[in-house]
């Protein structure tokens, strides 16, 4: 393991990783298992990518944990899993303190059930001052919410004639959007297998490189994100340009 992870160059990591946790159902069906298995399986491999990704020096890892669309799920696994984050939080708190990595979250919180919302926003209260790592949590997120809240605020800003309509550009808009001062991510991780995005960050993931790996989360291990660190290493990152422009 250490040899993958001694071929990361650690000048070249990317600041923000973002990760589609997916496959818990699956992994947990595979064992004759009911899906909150799964679920209850996948803190392991949270704790292992956190960890792993603060040790290397990355700034910033955002986790897919609750979208939008995930309200249409089962009311029983909708529990489980609000119940599972509770109890998973107040377990991991003291942990992220002791690594002084900081919790952040983004999503239409409102929506969460008052003790998930709570425990959550006393999470990130009680590791605002560390400075290593800020992990964000996405629940309740969707790219299109986070997209028409920002469109709507810059909407009011322009009814109360505070802004033009002309001077809204990619910097403002991001500023409104719930990742305000949080850089774009440069790498997106799903696990699972699937190809799609599933209304993640669609704004901040304009320019990532995407690495769609083939392992259900549960089974997501601190080899799979040094993988995928290596990978995304490898690319040429273009924005648009050809490749000799890149070498000046
Ligand atoms: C990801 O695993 C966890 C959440 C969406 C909360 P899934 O629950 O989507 O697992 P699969 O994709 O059905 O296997
Ligand atoms: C995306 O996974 C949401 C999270 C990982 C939280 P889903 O499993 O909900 O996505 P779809 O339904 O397969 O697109
Ligand atoms: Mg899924």
């Given at each position: 393991m250490?040899?993958?992870?001694q071929l990361i160059?650690?000048?070249q990591l990317p600041r923000h990783i973002a990760i589609i946790m997916d496959g818990n159902g699956r992994w947990a069906k595979e064992k004759g298992q009911p899906r909150v298995f799964g679920h209850r399986n996948g803190v392991k491999a949270v704790?292992?990518?956190t960890e792993a990704a603060a040790e290397l020096g990355v700034e910033y890892m955002t986790l897919y944990a609750f979208s939008?669309?995930?309200w249409n799920r089962p009311k029983l696994e909708v529990d489980a899993l609000m119940t599972l984050l509770v109890d998973t939080l107040a377990k991991e708190i003291k942990t992220l303190n002791k690594n002084n990595i900081r919790l952040q979250a983004v999503g239409d919180l409102g929506r969460l059930p008052d003790r998930t919302r709570k425990a959550l926003l006393d999470g990130v209260a009680s590791t605002s001052e560390n400075k290593r790592m800020t992990l964000v949590l996405a629940l309740n997120y969707s790219g299109k919410w986070d997209i028409l809240?920002?469109?709507q605020k810059l909407a009011t800003q322009v009814q109360h004639g505070l802004l033009k309509p002309e001077e809204i550009d990619d910097a403002l808009f991001s500023q409104q959007l719930a990742t305000a001062d949080i850089p774009d991510p440069e790498l997106l991780i799903r696990t699972s297998g699937e190809n799609r995005l599933s209304n993640f960050l669609?704004?901040?993931l304009a320019y990532a490189e995407f690495c769609f790996l083939p392992v259900f989360w549960p089974d997501f291990t601190k080899e799979h994100l040094y993988k995928a660190i290596l990978?995304?290493?490898r690319r040429e990152r273009r924005f648009g340009m050809v490749s000799?422009?890149?070498l000046k």
């Open positions: 250490n040899d993958i992870k160059d650690i000048a704790r292992e990518s939008t669309e995930n809240q920002a469109a669609l704004w901040q990978d995304y290493q000799e422009q890149l």
